[in-house]
């Protein structure tokens, strides 16, 4: 009976964290856009990123907001996609919530900021760190920003990194959903597990 009792505990402990993280579907964001600005670095003088350099991306991902919740467990992959800047190519292969933030009184999602990563060119002695987009609950996205990193390595052996963000136009853009995921989210992959050890016993029992 007592093992019975711990094996409850685990089952209502794993429903409540599959609560806590919402099920997702993926989406497709794709943008025709160009180079509208910078935050922090110029980087149409530090990596040649400038302004009105043509964008054009797509990247696929999961999104689980649109139900005005969100939690920094909801897995936000897989993630795929790729994008052109002007000469430059990226590839999109991962990603994670960078930020987001709720109405204070309520707790609703105003808006998920996800960071998408992969490879990119380095530029001008910069590496490209990630693809930063403020999407609401409504999938309408807000700002879209590429980001570099500058290294400098000083002979102590220390070393500071700045990092610049290039503002990508929000002209012609469209976030559309990609059909049903079919990845399990972390919480599932518990409650089976837990279904099959109490399976196991009750045979053995039987």
Not at 79 to 84: D, F, I, L, N, R
Not at 145 to 173: C, H, K, M
Request: glycine letters at 14%.
């Amino acid at each position: 009976m007592r093992f019975w009792n711990v094996l409850r505990r685990l089952a209502a402990i794993s429903a409540m964290a599959f609560a806590a993280t919402a099920q997702g579907a993926p989406v497709t964001l794709t943008l025709h856009g160009t180079i509208a600005g910078y935050d922090f670095i110029d980087l149409g003088v530090a990596a040649g990123l400038t302004v009105g350099t043509a964008v054009d991306l797509s990247v696929t991902f999961n999104e689980t907001w649109s139900d005005g919740s969100y939690s920094f467990l909801d897995p936000l992959g897989p993630v795929s996609g790729s994008a052109t800047v002007g000469a430059n190519a990226f590839s999109f292969t991962g990603g994670h919530p960078f930020s987001f933030s709720s109405n204070g009184v309520t707790g609703e999602v105003i808006n998920v900021q996800p960071q998408f990563t992969g490879t990119g060119p380095t530029l001008g002695g910069g590496d490209f760190f990630g693809l930063f987009a403020v999407i609401t609950p409504a999938l309408t996205l807000e700002s879209l920003r590429l980001g570099y990193g500058f290294t400098t390595n000083f002979p102590e052996g220390l070393s500071v990194t700045n990092y610049g963000y290039a503002q990508i136009s929000l002209d012609n853009y469209r976030i559309t959903p990609n059909g049903p995921n079919e990845v399990p989210a972390p919480a599932t992959l518990s409650l089976v597990m837990l279904g099959l050890l109490a399976a196991g016993f009750a045979r053995r029992g039987a």
